[in-house]
């Protein structure tokens, strides 16, 4: 099975940037949609944006349309979100997930089996 280990959280000021990394390991990582989604302090969990595992098929919350860039290389093993443009309500632990891709792409958080530790983001005004 595919294990998930996020990299790449830290403190940055409002309007910079930040790239995450998700290394999975175990498993056939080409074969899986690949999401990242973040919890805010007393707010429910998320999803930011979802990757199939092929096609270069993207969706994206709202919130970070045009802020955020999702991308993977699967020779790497590793999904990225690019995170520009930073707000202070980005602020939240980002987690990296994966489900084994039978077609469909799914946004919703119980349709994603395998979830990494977390990375923490805290932007600064």
């Known amino acids: 099975q595919v294990q998930l280990r996020e990299s790449g959280g830290g403190l940055v000021q409002a309007g910079g940037s930040l790239r995450l990394s998700c290394a999975a390991s175990?498993?056939?990582?080409?074969?899986?949609?690949m999401g990242w989604f973040r919890r805010a302090p007393g707010k429910e969990r998320e999803s930011v944006a979802v990757?199939?595992?092929?096609?270069?098929?993207?969706e994206y919350a709202e919130s970070v349309k045009g802020r955020f860039t999702i991308s993977r290389d699967n020779a790497k093993n590793t999904v990225y979100l690019q995170m520009s443009s930073l707000k202070r309500e980005d602020t939240a632990v980002y987690y990296c997930?994966?489900?084994?891709?039978?077609?469909?792409?799914?946004?919703?958080?119980?349709?994603?089996?395998?979830w990494g530790q977390g990375t923490q983001v805290i932007v600064s005004s």
């Open positions: 175990g498993g056939t990582f080409s074969h899986h949609t």
């Open positions: 997930a994966a489900y084994v891709d039978y077609g469909s792409l799914f946004v919703d958080s119980f349709r994603y089996h395998t």
């Open positions: 990757i199939k595992w092929r096609g270069g098929i993207t």
